[in-house]
């Protein structure tokens, strides 16, 4: 079956603009993960949603990261005024209900700020 | 809070030879541990996990509580094998992975 996808696949922004990355769990997966993977910082946990209740936000660097997670399925993360160090890949992952369950990534997004 | 580090960022070896990948914890509780791997251009996956007692294209890992350890190995490199590694920990009834630096392995004809 599919995988968990993303997109865009590459995005290339300046430095201060917004942009939004987006994650498509596999279907049924209630668990969705956000990581980021920079050559500095190696994989980094950003945020994670679990069904209806409040996500675990204790990951996201700064206020400028925000993401949300609309009728339990696609994820959206945000970066707001983009800084060169926020360059790196992020990945998405998801899992079935149970918080012991395998989580599947995403292909990833690779972000540039110029 | 949880760590994990894995001292080598580099291995070559070459085809047949063993490879041991080191990944060291740190964490008061009961954790679970996995080794992730990530073949070039594609996604990272899970290559095997401690509580799985498995083992997988020819693979293990031991967890060692007491050297607070779980070292991959595997007896005959391949050069498929080629790939970067990451140990991750997740703590018991946890969520979140909390990952190791990564090792690349690269296995030489």
């Known amino acids: 079956g599919a995988g968990v996808s993303q997109s865009p696949s590459n995005k290339v922004t300046e430095k201060g603009k917004d942009v939004e990355l987006r994650c498509d769990p596999i279907?049924?997966?209630?668990?969705l993960y956000w990581y980021r993977q920079s050559l500095g910082q190696g994989l980094e946990f950003l945020i994670y949603?679990?069904?209806?209740?409040?996500?675990?936000k204790s990951g996201l660097p700064s206020d400028r990261f925000s993401a949300e997670r609309t009728g339990g399925s696609v994820s959206t993360l945000t970066i707001q005024r983009t800084q060169q160090e926020d360059s790196a890949v992020y990945l998405c992952?998801?899992?079935?209900?149970?918080?012991?369950?395998?989580?599947?990534f995403g292909p990833g997004t690779r972000l540039t700020v110029l | 809070a949880q760590r994990v580090t894995q001292p080598e960022k580099l291995l070559s070896v070459f085809k047949g030879a063993p490879v041991e990948l080191k990944c060291n914890y740190s964490?008061?509780?009961?954790?679970?541990l996995f080794w992730y791997v990530q073949y070039s251009r594609q996604r990272l996956q899970l290559l095997l996990r401690h509580i799985s007692r498995e083992s997988i294209k020819g693979f293990t890992a031991d967890l060692n509580k007491g050297e607070t350890s779980f070292h991959l190995k595997k007896p005959f490199a391949q050069e498929e094998d080629s790939a970067m590694y990451y140990c991750?920990?997740?703590?018991?009834?946890?969520?979140?992975?909390?990952f190791g630096g990564g090792t690349r392995v690269l296995v030489k004809p």
């Open positions: 964490y008061s509780g009961s954790p679970e």
């Open positions: 949603f679990q069904g209806n209740s409040a996500p675990d």
């Open positions: 279907s049924g997966h209630t668990a």
């Open positions: 991750a920990l997740r703590r018991a009834a946890g969520n979140k992975l909390t």
């Open positions: 992952a998801s899992s079935p209900s149970r918080t012991t369950d395998t989580q599947y």
